[in-house]
């Protein structure tokens, strides 16, 4: 959910029905059921999943803007251990 930066259960039903989250493939689930399932989830589990899609947005906006930097100064492009990490 806040990868996707969903805010509503109701779309977090339809982000998992029509596309998949992360590592779940698409699968229909109910209101309650994800309702439970969020109820129940530990919070040592929350913040280790949280931190991991922190690092994952962290990743996509390193990317981004080096992606943009190489727009704005295609020499970099020179440096192809930049590229790989």
Do not use: C
């Not at 930066?5 to 998992?16: G, M, N």
């Not at 029905?17 to 109910?30: I, N």
């Amino acid at each position: 959910m806040v990868y996707r930066q969903v805010q509503h259960l109701t779309d977090v039903l339809r982000v998992l029905e029509v596309e998949g989250l992360m590592w779940v493939k698409m699968t229909k689930v109910s209101k309650q059921a994800l309702s439970q399932r969020l109820n129940s989830l530990p919070a040592t589990l929350f913040a280790l999943l949280f931190e991991q899609v922190i690092e994952r947005l962290a990743a996509i906006r390193r990317l981004y803007f080096f992606n943009y930097a190489l727009l704005l100064n295609p020499e970099l492009q020179l440096i192809p251990w930049l590229v790989e990490h």
